[in-house]
Every structure is written in structure tokens, then in C-alpha cells.
């Protein structure tokens, strides 16, 4: 009753499973205290997931194109690169603060993340990129990603004032997210260690409660992006 209120209402498979979630957890504390004598929450049939429009990653073809076209725009284009071989979301990579840019061991560490994997993690800069990097470091704001005003984006002036423009310029049709989708695909493509890949855009690793960076394992994340970036 509870789960056809929610669906009557336009919820969709997320919301049905958190409403689900919260009843199991309900019934396991009112069973703990012997208020119930089964957990009905376990039979509860909520809507199968529809997956939204499927990501589709950069082509080397479209990449290339960016690469080709860096002097037509080159600081949202540099931008874009940027997002798409850091392999952040769009949220992180707006938070990053340039105290977290640590250009003498070419990493980046990520503070804010949606997900407790994607925090205080390292994303290791390509050679490639260095000098982009350095340029930034140079810019005005607290902020690697700022307006020109020096304030941090938000992701709708991100997509409004960088990301976009570069799309409709090169006559591409991809959303922010797809970035890290491309990062994900070229490191599954370079064969790179799926305990990299996983470092490196902040997928939880099985077992492990806390990431320990090691130098052998950043040695690892910087040959990896370099593999990928070259």
C-alpha cells in the first residue's frame, strides 16, 4: 500500500527502493524489540529499473577533434580535456581547491565527492596536461575551476559558460558525465589494473575500508593516466 502510494504519486524505481529500504529497516528494529514477528518489507514489489538514455563515451575520433581544435577555444576546450582524462564529476572537479593541486607529485585530491569512495581520494595529472595545470594555478580564485570572476562554477554556468559552448563548436552532443565515462572506457581499453581504475574515479574497492596511497600505488595511478594520455 505504502510502495502503490509512492508510485501513484510518479516515483520512480529509486524512490520505491528507498521508501523499501526504510521499512526494512523499521521492521528489523521493531523486531529487535519482539513489536513484530516478520518482516513483510522483504515482500514488497517495486518497479524495475529503467535505465535513463545509455552514456556514450568521447570516440578517439571526437577526442582527436578536440585536440585538433584546442586554438579555436582553447581555454573551455583545455577545460573539457581536463574533465575528461581527470575522470571527476562534474560536482568534484568544481570543488577542487587549488591547496589540493599538488603539481610536484602531479595529483589532484578530491575533498568533495557524493560518495564516501569518491572522497579524499588521488587522480593523478597526465604529463600531457601539466601545463594547463600550472596555467590555472596562476589564475585568480580559490578555485582550480573558476568564473572569470574568480568564483567557483556552479554546475549549470559549467555547463553554460564552458561545456556547451565547446559541444555546439565542434558539433558534439555529450553531457559532463559522459567525461568520465571516456576516462573509464580508455583505462578498460589500456588494460590498466581494475584496482586502478578504480582509484582513480572513486568506485569502492571490495573489502577495503580505507584507501592507502602508497608510492608504488601512485606511481601505478601516474603511469596509468599517462598510458591513456600521450
Not at 573489502?207 to 591513456?228: C, P, Q
Amino acid at each position: 500500500m505504502v510502495i502503490d502510494d509512492v508510485r501513484s504519486k510518479g516515483c520512480g524505481h529509486p524512490t520505491q527502493k528507498k521508501v523499501r529500504s526504510l521499512l526494512e529497516q523499521l521492521y528489523k528494529y521493531a523486531a529487535r524489540y519482539d513489536l513484530v514477528t516478520r518482516d513483510y518489507a522483504r515482500y514488497l514489489d517495486i518497479d524495475r529499473h529503467k535505465p535513463k538514455v545509455k552514456k556514450k563515451p568521447f570516440t578517439v575520433r571526437q577526442r582527436n577533434k578536440l585536440w585538433r581544435g584546442l586554438d579555436e577555444m582553447p581555454e573551455q576546450t583545455k577545460i573539457v580535456l581536463m574533465l575528461i582524462y581527470s575522470g571527476c564529476r562534474v560536482g568534484e572537479f568544481r570543488h577542487i581547491k587549488k591547496s589540493d593541486v599538488k603539481l610536484r607529485r602531479r595529483l589532484l585530491v578530491v575533498r568533495h565527492s557524493k560518495t564516501d569512495a569518491g572522497r579524499n581520494r588521488y587522480i593523478p595529472i597526465p604529463k600531457k596536461l601539466m601545463p594547463w595545470y600550472e596555467a590555472l594555478m596562476q589564475s585568480e580564485g580559490t578555485y582550480l575551476c573558476t568564473r572569470t570572476n574568480g568564483s567557483r562554477h556552479t554546475y549549470d554556468s559549467f555547463r553554460r559558460a564552458v561545456f556547451n559552448p565547446v559541444m555546439e563548436h565542434f558539433n558534439l552532443k555529450h553531457t559532463p558525465h559522459e567525461c568520465r565515462h571516456t576516462l573509464a572506457s580508455m583505462l578498460d581499453s589500456a588494460d590498466i589494473n581494475r584496482t586502478v581504475t578504480k582509484l582513480i574515479l572513486g568506485h569502492s574497492l571490495e573489502g577495503v575500508t580505507e584507501r592507502v596511497y602508497t608510492h608504488k600505488s601512485v606511481r601505478e595511478l601516474l603511469r596509468a593516466i599517462d598510458k591513456v594520455c600521450n
